[in-house]
């Protein structure tokens, strides 16, 4: 009989044809392949309990098979929520049942429009998409400005993508509603020319709208104000707003074609068809136009107001020019929406004295009264508006302070807008339950939009919409047919599916495989550390969580070395002993395929690391079928820990003590304290052996017999292999001192018979017990 050493060495020096070996007998590899092909079509946890064959083997996997009567216990474990330390699994001290509980997901994967990770992201793209608008701006003013001096043609222009955006922004025109044939008509107009396009379109119908506004004011100025006259006078209103919005249309156009010096036939020289003022306007109307103040916007104003204020001669002069009002509404930290033209009129022409009680300001400052206070002493008009003689509207002192003023505040409103905008999307977003819900939420959609760069008035619903249901692992899909990145990354920034209606998250791994590997990195790396390492350990974590919902492709998860590092780590894997190379044939590798190369690596961590990713062949992300019950890495685990299992159970039919020593050797890394061996019978038969301690200390106090194996053992050394198989050899070579029958070894020699005394085979252990120090 070969001794212990011998029989644990030959099945250990070759691990991956031992196992092999044992999962090709016959009964293990159709036990392996029922239990491939039947788990995925369990669908509860009565139903996976009650056929036997399936329950049976993911027990004995685990080492639970002991266990198998007791359903009801089985049945709470499986029912646990793992992210809940109060769950039933997580309070039970035997990690075997986490371990099993981990291995399954009866539960489907909660849909969600967006993770966290999503969330934040949109969230942080919106801020920087709002913080670097003037840098946009500043970009398609210099493209604009060097590529319309190359113009020679209005339909030049009109077919330049960026220089047509350019302009109808800063006129204000309508990208989805425009006519070309009056744009290029406007383009080719002389304004001052009766007979040019503008004036015989647009300019009879200002005539005719000024005409009809006269008239209706007329007859308003006539009607007496009773419920008889209510409905002509609201007639009367609503054609008043009608023929201005002609004269605002014309307004615009006139705008546009004074901008350009195109011939009437819509031709130019290149280098003509703006001069230097043309085209300072024109940047001033884009930066203007849009919706936020940037820097580059608020110097305009300052400009302006700074160019204005000394003709000004009247309060209401002032307040008349929108623009003028809103900088001194601005500067004076009073732009809000109660404070309209006649508000800022009395301020400036309230009694200075504060003592007067009848004052405007005293009167109606209330919270306000030292910004209306300051606002009154910033000017110099008299209480009937106007100005003393020889006085101005603003001293320079004055002028400077108000400047001051305006640049402090230019952006608190959007600054306000924007931290409103996120609060109401992260509000409503947990509402959206499919993409109609989507665009149908106006403060989602334009958010959304927004944070990409997309304008919500010129991209349509239907275009999102259908975006949004684009399988992004489909170069043939709606999304790539685009050819905008910006709406590649808006499909990616939210989880809906083909039918419009949300889904589980379409993640690199699922969230309860980064809780498994999060909960495996905190465990190898706190086993014997500080509580400082364990919060390092967990901020690791944390880290790895937020990131891995970042990759997309394999090839991004295997150049971070970061996440490669952690992901080793948790699965009992040296970062250090593999290599770049090495990680990439694994995670080329297929999992079917007996012989592809992670299949033929002895350490089976590998395999159950690439089961735990969701990528297909081509390296991309997947979707997992929320159906199943156990991922790939839970149904290969289980079945390499069965075969592992019927490894160390076959080994044991012919020595126990061959079973005990793979016994330890696959515990042996996941002994954290004394109790881990004392609660295993295994392990402390393994300790007894090694240290040569009666059967009599287990009868000891068990805080006592902790402290028997601190002094004997240190845990430590059981996370270096090599010195976990130095006692293994020990144990092997005692193992069989203590079980052999004892015979006069002097007999043994003088009757050359080595059936009763130590064998060669015991020889050769004793010789390399010796050697290897143990």
Same mark, same amino acid.
């Given at each position: 009989?070969?001794?212990?050493?011998?029989?644990?060495?030959?099945?250990?020096?070759?691990?991956?044809?031992?196992?092999?070996?044992?999962?090709?007998?016959?009964?293990?590899?159709?036990?392996?392949?029922?239990?491939?092909?039947?788990?995925?079509?369990?669908?509860?946890?009565?139903?996976?309990?009650?056929?036997?064959?399936?329950?049976?083997?993911?027990?004995?996997?685990?080492?639970?098979?002991?266990?198998?009567?007791?359903?009801?216990?089985?049945?709470?474990?499986?029912?646990?929520?793992?992210?809940?330390?109060?769950?039933?699994?997580?309070?039970?001290?035997?990690?075997?049942?986490?371990?099993?509980?981990?291995?399954?997901?009866?539960?489907?994967?909660?849909?969600?429009?967006?993770?966290?990770?999503?969330?934040?992201?949109?969230?942080?793209?919106?801020?920087?998409?709002?913080?670097?608008?003037?840098?946009?701006?500043?970009?398609?003013?210099?493209?604009?400005?060097?590529?319309?001096?190359?113009?020679?043609?209005?339909?030049?222009?009109?077919?330049?993508?960026?220089?047509?955006?350019?302009?109808?922004?800063?006129?204000?025109?309508?990208?989805?509603?425009?006519?070309?044939?009056?744009?290029?008509?406007?383009?080719?107009?002389?304004?001052?020319?009766?007979?040019?396009?503008?004036?015989?379109?647009?300019?009879?119908?200002?005539?005719?709208?000024?005409?009809?506004?006269?008239?209706?004011?007329?007859?308003?100025?006539?009607?007496?104000?009773?419920?008889?006259?209510?409905?002509?006078?609201?007639?009367?209103?609503?054609?008043?707003?009608?023929?201005?919005?002609?004269?605002?249309?014309?307004?615009?156009?006139?705008?546009?074609?004074?901008?350009?010096?195109?011939?009437?036939?819509?031709?130019?020289?290149?280098?003509?068809?703006?001069?230097?003022?043309?085209?300072?306007?024109?940047?001033?109307?884009?930066?203007?136009?849009?919706?936020?103040?940037?820097?580059?916007?608020?110097?305009?104003?300052?400009?302006?107001? %700074?160019?204005?204020?000394?003709?000004?001669?009247?309060?209401?002069?002032?307040?008349?020019?929108?623009?003028?009002?809103?900088?001194?509404?601005?500067?004076?930290?009073?732009?809000?929406?109660?404070?309209?033209?006649?508000?800022?009129?009395?301020?400036?022409?309230?009694?200075?004295?504060?003592?007067?009680?009848?004052?405007?300001?005293?009167?109606?400052?209330?919270?306000?009264?030292?910004?209306?206070?300051?606002?009154?002493?910033?000017?110099?008009?008299?209480?009937?508006?106007?100005?003393?003689?020889?006085?101005?509207?603003?001293?320079?002192?004055?002028?400077?302070?108000?400047?001051?003023?305006?640049?402090?505040?230019?952006?608190?409103?959007?600054?306000?807008?924007?931290?409103?905008?996120?609060?109401?999307?992260?509000?409503?977003?947990?509402?959206?339950?499919?993409?109609?819900?989507?665009?149908?939420?106006?403060?989602?959609?334009?958010?959304?939009?927004?944070?990409?760069?997309?304008?919500?008035?010129?991209?349509?619903?239907?275009?999102?919409?259908?975006?949004?249901?684009?399988?992004?692992?489909?170069?043939?899909?709606?999304?790539?047919?685009?050819?905008?990145?910006?709406?590649?990354?808006?499909?990616?920034?939210?989880?809906?599916?083909?039918?419009?209606?949300?889904?589980?998250?379409?993640?690199?791994?699922?969230?309860?495989?980064?809780?498994?590997?999060?909960?495996?990195?905190?465990?190898?790396?706190?086993?014997?550390?500080?509580?400082?390492?364990?919060?390092?350990?967990? %901020?690791?974590?944390?880290?790895?969580?937020?990131?891995?919902?970042?990759?997309?492709?394999?090839?991004?998860?295997?150049?971070?070395?970061?996440?490669?590092?952690?992901?080793?780590?948790?699965?009992?894997?040296?970062?250090?002993?593999?290599?770049?190379?090495?990680?990439?044939?694994?995670?080329?590798?297929?999992?079917?395929?007996?012989?592809?190369?992670?299949?033929?690596?002895?350490?089976?961590?590998?395999?159950?690391?690439?089961?735990?990713?969701?990528?297909?062949?081509?390296?991309?992300?997947?979707?997992?079928?929320?159906?199943?019950?156990?991922?790939?890495?839970?149904?290969?685990?289980?079945?390499?820990?069965?075969?592992?299992?019927?490894? %160390?159970?076959?080994?044991?039919?012919?020595?126990?003590?061959?079973?005990?020593?793979?016994?330890?050797?696959?515990?042996?890394?996941?002994?954290?304290?004394?109790?881990?061996?004392?609660?295993?019978?295994?392990?402390?038969?393994?300790?007894?052996?090694?240290?040569?301690?009666?059967?009599?200390?287990?009868?000891?106090?068990?805080?006592?017999?902790? %402290?028997?194996?601190?002094?004997?053992?240190?845990?430590?050394?059981?996370?270096?292999?090599?010195?976990?198989?130095?006692?293994?050899?020990?144990?092997?070579?005692?193992?069989?001192?203590?079980?052999?029958?004892?015979?006069?070894?002097?007999?043994?020699?003088?009757?050359?018979?080595?059936?009763?005394?130590?064998?060669?085979?015991?020889?050769?252990?004793?010789?390399?017990?010796?050697?290897?120090?143990?």
């Amino acid at each position: 009989m070969l001794s212990t050493y011998t029989s644990y060495n030959l099945i250990s020096k070759d691990m991956l044809k031992s196992l092999d070996r044992t999962a090709a007998e016959t009964s293990n590899a159709r036990e392996a392949e029922y239990y491939k092909e039947n788990i995925g079509k369990v669908g509860s946890v009565d139903a996976f309990l009650d056929d036997y064959r399936l329950y049976s083997y993911a027990m004995k996997a685990y080492g639970l098979d002991d266990m198998t009567y007791a359903k009801a216990f089985m049945r709470k474990v499986l029912d646990s929520d793992l992210t809940d330390a109060n769950s039933f699994a997580n309070k039970l001290s035997d990690e075997r049942y986490r371990n099993f509980a981990s291995a399954f997901s009866f539960s489907a994967s909660t849909a969600t429009p967006q993770t966290e990770t999503q969330l934040d992201e949109i969230i942080g793209l919106y801020s920087a998409t709002a913080a670097n608008a003037g840098s946009a701006i500043k970009e398609e003013t210099r493209y604009y400005n060097i590529v319309i001096d190359t113009v020679t043609s209005a339909d030049q222009l009109l077919n330049n993508d960026r220089l047509r955006n350019y302009v109808f922004t800063a006129f204000g025109i309508d990208p989805n509603t425009y006519s070309r044939t009056v744009v290029r008509g406007v383009l080719g107009s002389d304004p001052d020319d009766p007979g040019s396009y503008f004036n015989t379109t647009f300019g009879a119908r200002a005539e005719e709208a000024a005409s009809a506004i006269e008239a209706a004011n007329a007859e308003l100025a006539g009607l007496p104000s009773n419920d008889a006259n209510k409905a002509r006078i609201a007639e009367l209103r609503a054609e008043i707003t009608r023929q201005n919005a002609v004269i605002a249309n014309a307004q615009k156009y006139r705008a546009l074609a004074e901008a350009y010096s195109f011939a009437s036939d819509g031709t130019a020289t290149a280098g003509t068809v703006q001069d230097a003022a043309q085209k300072a306007g024109t940047n001033q109307l884009y930066t203007l136009s849009n919706p936020r103040v940037t820097s580059e916007a608020a110097l305009m104003n300052k400009d302006y107001f %700074e160019s204005r204020i000394g003709s000004i001669t009247t309060a209401h002069e002032l307040v008349s020019d929108p623009r003028l009002l809103n900088y001194i509404k601005v500067a004076f930290d009073l732009n809000k929406a109660s404070v309209v033209s006649s508000t800022i009129s009395n301020i400036l022409t309230s009694d200075p004295d504060p003592n007067d009680a009848t004052s405007y300001i005293n009167l109606f400052g209330g919270a306000d009264k030292a910004k209306y206070v300051a606002l009154r002493a910033a000017f110099n008009f008299q209480d009937d508006g106007s100005l003393a003689a020889g006085d101005t509207a603003q001293t320079a002192v004055q002028t400077a302070a108000a400047a001051r003023g305006y640049m402090v505040h230019y952006n608190d409103k959007d600054d306000d807008a924007d931290a409103t905008a996120v609060k109401r999307f992260k509000s409503q977003i947990g509402a959206v339950k499919s993409v109609q819900d989507f665009v149908g939420e106006a403060s989602v959609y334009n958010f959304a939009l927004k944070a990409f760069g997309l304008d919500p008035a010129s991209v349509s619903a239907f275009t999102v919409k259908r975006v949004l249901k684009s399988d992004l692992n489909d170069p043939r899909s709606y999304v790539y047919q685009l050819k905008d990145d910006r709406f590649v990354q808006l499909a990616k920034a939210f989880n809906f599916g083909a039918d419009g209606n949300i889904t589980a998250p379409k993640l690199a791994q699922s969230e309860s495989e980064i809780l498994v590997m999060s909960r495996a990195y905190v465990t190898a790396k706190s086993r014997f550390g500080t509580k400082d390492d364990k919060a390092k350990a967990e %901020e690791e974590a944390k880290y790895y969580a937020t990131q891995i919902q970042r990759v997309e492709t394999t090839k991004e998860f295997l150049s971070d070395e970061r996440l490669v590092s952690f992901v080793l780590t948790a699965n009992g894997i040296d970062p250090k002993s593999v290599d770049p190379v090495f990680m990439e044939k694994i995670f080329a590798s297929d999992l079917d395929d007996p012989k592809s190369f992670v299949n033929r690596q002895a350490d089976r961590g590998f395999r159950k690391i690439v089961a735990s990713f969701n990528f297909n062949a081509e390296g991309k992300i997947k979707q997992p079928d929320d159906a199943e019950i156990q991922s790939r890495r839970g149904i290969y685990e289980t079945i390499d820990s069965h075969v592992r299992q019927m490894l %160390e159970e076959e080994a044991g039919n012919d020595n126990a003590g061959v079973r005990l020593a793979l016994y330890f050797e696959r515990k042996a890394a996941t002994i954290t304290t004394p109790y881990d061996i004392l609660a295993d019978d295994a392990l402390f038969e393994v300790f007894k052996v090694v240290y040569q301690l009666p059967d009599e200390v287990g009868s000891a106090n068990i805080d006592a017999q902790a %402290e028997m194996i601190k002094r004997h053992l240190d845990l430590k050394e059981l996370q270096d292999p090599q010195a976990v198989s130095k006692m293994i050899v020990k144990f092997s070579v005692l193992y069989d001192l203590n079980n052999q029958a004892t015979t006069d070894p002097a007999l043994s020699v003088l009757t050359n018979s080595g059936s009763s005394g130590i064998s060669a085979d015991l020889m050769m252990s004793l010789a390399q017990l010796r050697t290897g120090g143990a």
